[in-house]
């Protein structure tokens, strides 16, 4: 749709291109004669939008990371178009196309950027070579109207104007508002100027290891989400970056002093950092558990580290067993004595990095004697496990309370020959448990056993809890087995309600939820378990049976809901509630407006979301029609004295709240006013503090919310002398 234009002169200007444009990147170009910034593309998505559109796009533009984008501006020459303008503004009018490049930034652009030529020469004629001809390094900039930011003076489209510059004529003018024209946004000041270098947030290279794989990333960023390149230099053997993680297996040990520079796309600004990066040698691994020997029997075993760099050399510190030499990572000898050494062996790898084990080393003399010996029930202090071989290592265990024959702690197992070498019999014991045997002494140290057998530790028995519920009485045992007789259990993290009392958990729970029971066992000798059950304990079950009471239309109803158990409070829900109630909370109130009985599903939700649904029956009776009392009769005097007079009437109505008793004194008297008031069912009154020898009338009606009843009979009546 074309602009709503206003009557206008056309000035007679072409340009010259003086000024510079220069590309800034990322779509924005710098004029540096105005000291302004350019969107390169000259038109959005929607190409044309009306003036207010095109504002509100400018003010919320936001690119290059600057949000200070607006429409061109320029100097409104607020045309009055209501007195002629010479032809071609030769008359000194400011009209139409007033186009001044020093007051207009499109205008400047047109002609002084652009070096462009208006439509009109300055006679009035077409000029060749005009319009846009040449769209330097825009792109998209379209022949039409393109909006300023600037609104038309007095007579432009009746007050709803604003300028527009035209690319295709050369000229500016107000247009109607509400036309649709192309936008282009710009900027105040060079956006290279307020560039900002990228950042590293990498501050640290974590440590690597040699011949271990390896991998930290390079975390980098620029401003306005530029995309940034980053160069590593300077890394340690075998590793290399792969444009976002240094990555590879380190294959020397050094101490590398990394450079990263990091470069914005967009403004080429670097910022660089160097990092130090540290590989280590492999911790070395050096744990030898050295194996029993015999006197005058060969002994040998090897020495192994891992980790390191390249080979190990092995050296020992303390005074190894007669007949041992250590040679290379050979232990060996044939040992002379009985003994046992504890000794430092060291490993030490190429890079001169060492290691040091403590390790005990043991000779025993040969079994020679045949005494018996024999244990049961033995409590197990230690196990050190045995191999076969040439030179086998006994399994030994150590007992407490000793050995029958008091030769000693130690029980282990006599090696099976075969052949030449030895079979270590496979013996798997763990401290804790109970060991019969039986066998013959050993010396001084213990007992050979020929049989061993291992009775397993104390243990819990219970396996799993019965469930509990909140509210309800609850009792579970608990065992022990294995081990010695008798047991002490105790139990911790039981929920509020419950105890133990030694073998029984027993209580009621008051809260719901999973509860980890932390158990210990412990047998005669002090030996404990400690095993874990969880018990589940449930909320109650909710507990809801409403009954609704019936209704009456046109009154006000009102009911409470309420439910136990559960967890925690309860929240109610209700459907198919007569028409006018309504449930809030837990009360089903309002007024109901159609009688009859409605199916009322009805729902209480605990706090764990438990739900409990019942249906109930919520009759609601048809309006009573409102009436008044029907009138007593039959007022008559049933006693009278000098100051006082009494009577009764007859109860017609089956409504009444109360009846009201009227007086007036003297024989014809008419002016009656109220003197007492008696409830409902009330068929006498006796009046007192009467004069003596005086005429009174009285009358009776009765009353209730719906009016008073017409009075019944007057009586008449005079007190005595």
């Known amino acids: 749709m074309k602009s709503k234009l206003l009557p206008l002169i056309l000035l007679c200007l072409s340009g010259t291109a003086q000024a510079q444009l220069l590309d800034r990147g990322n779509g924005m170009l710098y004029d540096t004669d105005r000291n302004i910034t350019w969107l390169n593309s000259a038109t959005t998505p929607k190409y044309y939008m009306p003036w207010s559109a095109a504002m509100a796009w400018a003010s919320n533009l936001v690119y290059g990371g600057f949000s200070d984008w607006r429409l061109p501006t320029l100097v409104d020459t607020t045309i009055n178009l209501t007195t002629p303008c010479g032809n071609f503004g030769n008359n000194g009018q400011t009209c139409g196309y007033n186009s001044n490049t020093a007051e207009s930034e499109l205008a400047h652009l047109f002609y002084d950027e652009l070096g462009l030529k208006a439509y009109y020469n300055t006679s009035g004629l077409p000029q060749a070579g005009w319009g846009l001809v040449n769209t330097g390094p825009f792109v998209n900039l379209q022949k039409y109207g393109y909006w300023t930011n600037v609104e038309a003076g007095n007579g432009a489209a009746n007050g709803n104007g604003a300028w527009v510059f035209y690319f295709d004529m050369g000229g500016q003018m107000p247009a109607d508002k509400d036309a ?74 050094s101490n590398a002093a990394v450079n990263i520079t990091v470069t914005d796309k967009v403004t080429g600004l670097s910022t660089s950092t160097t990092l130090t990066l540290t590989v280590n040698d492999a911790a070395i691994a050096f744990a030898p558990t050295l194996p029993d020997g015999l006197t005058g029997s060969v002994y040998s075993t090897t020495l192994a580290a891992t980790g390191g760099t390249g080979s190990f050399t092995y050296t020992v510190n303390g005074v190894l067993p007669a007949g041992l030499t250590l040679v290379g990572d050979v232990l060996s000898g044939t040992p002379t004595q009985a003994s046992t050494a504890s000794i430092n062996l060291t490993a030490t790898d190429s890079a001169a990095t060492a290691t040091t084990a403590v390790v005990n080393i043991t000779i025993n003399d040969p079994i020679v004697a045949d005494v018996p010996c024999a244990g ?21 265990v150590q007992v407490n309370g000793g050995v029958q024959n008091g030769v000693g702690t130690v029980v282990w197992l006599t090696p099976t020959p075969v052949g030449t070498t030895f079979i270590s019999p496979a013996v798997t014991v763990v401290t804790g448990e109970y060991i019969d045997y039986v066998g013959v002494v050993s010396g001084t140290v213990g007992c050979a056993a020929t049989t061993m057998t291992v009775k397993p530790k104390v243990d819990v028995a219970t396996t799993t809890l019965a469930n509990a519920k909140v509210g309800a009485a609850y009792t579970a045992s608990i065992t022990a087995q294995y081990g010695l007789a008798p047991y002490t ?59 609704l009471s019936s209704g009456v239309v046109g009154k006000a109803y009102i009911a409470s809901l309420s439910a136990t158990g559960g967890a925690n409070s309860s929240t109610f829900s209700a459907t198919g509630l007569p028409s006018g109630l309504s449930l809030a909370g837990n009360v089903i109130s309002g007024i109901p407006t159609v009688a009859g009985a409605a199916t009322v599903t009805l729902a209480a939700t605990d706090s764990a979301g438990v739900v409990s649904t019942v249906t109930a029956t919520l009759t609601i009776a048809p309006a009573v029609v409102a009436t008044k009392p029907i009138a007593p009769s039959n007022l008559i005097s049933t006693a009278k004295t000098n100051s006082r007079v009494g009577f009764s009437w007859a109860d017609n109505a089956s409504n009444e709240l109360n009846y009201l008793i009227e007086r007036c004194k003297g024989a014809n008297c008419t002016s009656f006013s109220q003197v007492a008031s008696v409830g409902a069912n009330v068929v006498s009154y006796s009046n007192t503090g009467l004069s003596r020898n005086t005429s009174y009338n009285y009358r009776v009606r009765a009353t209730n919310a719906n009016g008073k009843s017409a009075y019944s009979n007057t009586l008449s009546v005079k007190t005595l002398p």
């Not at 049961?376 to 030994?396: E, K, M, V, W, Y």
């Not at 030694?502 to 158990?519: C, D, E, H, S």
């Open 489 to 547: 259990i105790k139990v911790s993290g039981m929920p509020a309600g419950l105890r133990f009392d030694g073998a029984n958990l027993i209580g009621t729970p008051t809260v719901a939820g999973t509860f980890p029971l932390a158990i210990t066992a412990a047998d005669v000798n002090g030996v404990a378990v400690l095993k874990t059950i969880n018990l589940q304990v449930a909320n109650a079950p909710i507990v809801f049976a409403p009954t």
């Open 180 to 253: 649709p024209e192309a936008v282009i946004a710009v900027r105040d000041g060079d956006v290279v100027s307020a560039a900002v270098a990228p950042s590293i947030t990498t501050s640290a290279l974590a440590n690597g290891v040699f011949g271990v794989a390896y991998s930290s990333a390079i975390v980098a960023s620029a401003p306005n989400g530029d995309a940034v390149s980053v160069v590593v230099t300077g890394l340690p053997t075998g590793l290399s970056f792969d444009g976002a993680n240094i990555i590879g297996t380190p294959t020397a040990v």
């Open 376 to 396: 049961t029930d033995a409590l197990i202090t230690s196990f050190t496990p045995g191999r076969g071989g040439a030179n086998p290592i006994l399994s030994r």
